[in-house]
């Protein structure tokens, strides 16, 4: 993996939002979907923090490939550079503490 390959996964990883929806997919078998309005997130859904997931976190997760995104559906599912993250995600879901959450 090159460098600009570590700096997408560590940011992708930065916020505890993105942290939660790639955990959530961990979980899913990559055929499956994840309709947004059932994902764990952990948030409370007000507005600004949806705003935030469709126009900041799922747009970047998008952007490095992590995931795929239906904005019509309002689907997610695994990208095709899923799997360069995913052991990062796993380690994660290992050794996850509250101060992941923050």
């Not at 126009?55 to 095709?80: A, C, N, S």
Request: charged share 30%; net charge negative; aromatic share 8%.
């Amino acid at each position: 993996m090159d460098t600009s390959s570590y700096d997408s996964v560590f940011d992708a990883l930065a916020a505890s939002e993105r942290r939660q929806l790639l955990i959530t997919l961990l979980e899913h078998d990559s055929q499956e979907t994840t309709v947004l309005l059932g994902v764990p997130w952990r948030i409370s859904q007000s507005h600004d923090e949806l705003v935030r997931y469709r126009h900041v976190h799922l747009p970047k997760l998008e952007d490095y490939g992590f995931i795929e995104w239906d904005r019509t559906e309002q689907q997610v599912t695994k990208g095709d550079r899923f799997d360069e993250i995913e052991p990062l995600v796993e380690l994660l879901c290992e050794h996850q503490t509250p101060v992941l959450d923050h």
